[in-house]
């Protein structure tokens, strides 16, 4: 499914030029690994670089005016840094296998002239196949709506040499505020943007809610935790349909790591929905999650998550832990770091104040969010402080290093 190899954010809140991994035209930094934690200060951006990913999962989804309002947002004013006349602006470095060439995705949201947000410039760029150096080709070059597409897989337009390899399209959206990915990666002929389109589509943005997770659903299997989490029961009963026994596995396994949980059984109801008891050490009598504390339910919901059938390719969560005890968070970040290891299948980005959380990483999965003088953020990979990498090589655990001050 793809995982991104570095992102650039430009002008959006507080992150008025920040980095993450590596770019087409910045070769200095390592690539984004499968599990990346943000960390720092309150106020130094940690919520807003999350809200940049659920813009553009908006952006794609819904238009970009509409994203700009969404999620109490505020309209492009709010969202764009304060004193800037340029537009918001995305990078993407992108692979889809750790064999083929990465693409390079970026956007640029401005106004039009009526004051609404607009897209400014869409381009997808991809070197040839097998082809290890020299610059990648356009296969997806847009302006206002305006531009061209290359048919295929392996086409484009050469910039520097004026060349055009494969078969041009000429495009004309009907609407600029929409993404022009969301329209072309809708057709075979495309194969390139149907991919990465499906790609961006199928982020998850966890906006985990206790509250919500309690409501009691309508019956009907679903796949996927939606953003709130309150179809942990028809995601229960999705997996359960595909495979009871695996299910029941799966079952067992989450058991062993919620606090004071014996077993967990799934019930069908007449209706024909499916909905999970759990029975509680020294009780006889199970209860439903509907009674679960909020840290327990968080938990189920976590591991649930790295359940995932088809296992969707960017999972981003906020704080995960709020409502827990110290003590299982450690447990939760291995966990999570060994579902998604040796993989181009997922890739998960958390935000946490936890150094219980941060001592299950290494130096390359961390990145520190600082605010400087000017009221911006910028942001370091733990790796590149001083000694940092060093001390972990001597068995001195990460978060305890942050915890005592020696970086961030």
Known sequence: MGRIAGIQIKNYGSLKNIKLGKLLGDNSGRELTNMNAIIGQSGTGKSTLADAFGFLADCMEKGVETACDLNNRGGYESIISQGVNG??????????????????????????????????KERLRQRRANERYGR????????????????????????????????????????????????????????????????????????????????????????YLNRLGNNVNNVAQYLYREDPKDFMKVLKSIQTKLPGIQQIT?????????????????????????????????????????????????????????????????????QMKNSIKNTYSKQLFITTHSP??????????????????????????????????????SEVELGDLWYSNYFG
């Open 87 to 120: 537009s918001i602006e995305f990078e993407i470095y992108y692979r889809e296998t750790s064999n083929e060439p990465p693409i390079t995705y970026e956007l640029c949201i401005g106004l039009d002239k009526y004051e609404r947000p607009i897209v400014e």
């Open 136 to 223: 990648p080709m356009s296969f997806l070059y847009l302006e206002y709506g305006k531009g061209y597409a290359f048919k295929g897989d392996n086409s484009g337009f050469v910039e520097e040499e004026n060349k055009e390899i494969g078969e041009k399209v000429d495009v004309e959206l009907a609407d600029p505020r929409q993404l022009g990915i969301v329209t072309l990666g809708e057709l075979r002929e495309h194969p390139r943007i149907v991919r990465f389109k499906n790609f961006l589509k199928n982020w998850y943005l966890c906006y985990f809610s206790p509250t919500a997770a309690r409501e009691i659903p309508n019956a009907g299997p679903q796949k």
């Open 266 to 334: 799934p019930v069908k109801l007449q209706n024909g929905q499916l909905v999970l008891e759990f029975l509680e050490k020294g009780f006889n009598r199970p209860f439903y999650s509907q009674k679960m504390s909020d840290g327990t339910l968080k938990l189920f919901a976590y591991y649930l998550l790295l359940y995932e059938k088809d296992a969707r390719p960017l999972v981003f969560i906020e704080e995960p832990e709020n409502g827990l005890y110290h003590k299982y968070l450690s447990d939760l970040a291995a």
């Open 356 to 393: 219980f959380f941060v001592n299950a990483l290494s130096p390359e999965e961390v990145w520190v969010l600082q605010k400087q003088e000017d009221g911006f953020s910028t942001i370091t990979r733990a790796s590149d402080f001083e000694y940092v990498k060093q001390l972990c090589e």
